[in-house]
């Protein structure tokens, strides 16, 4: 059998951020009309690959083949005159614009518009992925999967036959994951090219003809996926053999550490999020919600961590009602640490170093602060503590926190945490974006707190993750928990009916 000929070659990339070396020696080639996955760990380089090719940056050293021919391409608009796409894993969009309006905006060589030959375009290419898809309906208004396609038909509007798809399953719902795995077979089949990058192991597995692991910045093996497994492709990627199904003892359940009764609590347009919800999580048990996404599971971990008002009920924490208490003080007098489901917007700064980071919600108490004089000295052997002790990979406790991988700032907000030997610990989302080696350790950390006492809010929108962990599962639907059972009771079935409203036999 004949190999495909290369879409794309690389040969000997690098790329570097002062003395750092994000890309080193990068050499491999993606066959035309093949899913092509980029895998590895939070910060091995991937990212920055795909800048490269794409043009947001200039490599320093090596070359880039495009059809044989080789490119230097320094910024997107050559990546696109060379057929190259990208779909960032935030997207580029203009919510207030319609769909037609977003696809159009920024195309070279546009003197004067021509909307209805735009729409019947869009729809053609629309109607080749199998999707239904209003040219004027405004962005705002669709759903997440569905802004997602529009971004591929942009880059397909500007004929691009390589699709660079970075880390594209991580805003979406679990059905829309699988809407988008048939929409990338029909573009396989189409004979356009896609570059999947991913650290997920299965949609490696079920989407891809080869893979390319990364780590550190370097290439570690290129596999063909016939010839390989989940467990091999994890001991590639983060240089050990990792465990799959963490084993642990049963609870020692004590008093009640978080005590909702009846809250009620609107979203951020003015909408009933939480509809009298009831719960009680005790110390030494870890309770994991359940539930599809957007029935109240941001509203419910917002309004215990008090960074959103409840019109009704009361939450207690360890005994005291927490009306009274804002968020600092229930981290500092009610002993609650809160992990929140947007690291970046919500939980760290992230144009501070690490340092500041560590001690965001405790500078100003001592040790860190005393007479009101910030100690940097204590800050930051504080910080360079706590990355040792949690395994965060970095340059120096003085490197900004925007430059480090999303499993790294993870860990940072963990450590800052759990420092602080919390009572009660609200978890959100906790390994979303996170590598198959970044999971285990968060699930490990979050096991040895509740074995110290803590009591664990678990929300996850990963089914399997919270039957892995879990002591206790509650389900949540439209702002209500409707069903709550022990984790060695639970099956997907019993799950899946609570899931979508539908009551336990």
Known sequence: MTAAPARLTLEGIVKRFGTFRANDNVSLKIAKGSIHAILGENGAGKSTLMNVIYGLYEQDGGRILSNGKEVRITDPREAMALGIGMVHQHFKQVNTMSVVENVVLGLPGRQILNLDEDRRRIKELADELGSEIDPDQPMWTLPIGTQQRVEILKMLYRDADLLILDEPTSV???????????????LRESGRTILLITHKLDEVMDLADRVTVMRLGRVEAELEIANTTPRELARVMVGRDVVFDIQHAPPKVGDPVLELDEITAVDDRGIGALHGLSLTVRGGEILGIVGIDGNGQGELAEAIAGLRSISQGRIAICGQDASGFDPSERKSVLKMGYVPEDRQKVGLDLDSDIA????????RAP?????????FKKIRAHAVDLAERYDIRMQSVSQRVRDLSGGNQQKIILAREIEDNPKLLVVAQPTKGLDVGAIEFVQRTLLAQRDQGTGVLY????LEELLLVADRLAVIFKGRIIGDMPASEATSEKLGLLMTGRELA
Request: a neutral charge; hydrophobic letters at 45%; proline letters at 6%.
């Open 172 to 186: 979406l719902t679990p059905t829309e994951i699988k809407a988008f795995f048939v929409l990338l077979e029909k």
């Open 356 to 363: 500041f980071n560590m001690v965001l919600r405790s500078f």
């Open 367 to 375: 040790p860190f602060s005393k007479y009101g004089w910030i100690d």
């Open 459 to 462: 929300i996850s929108s990963e």
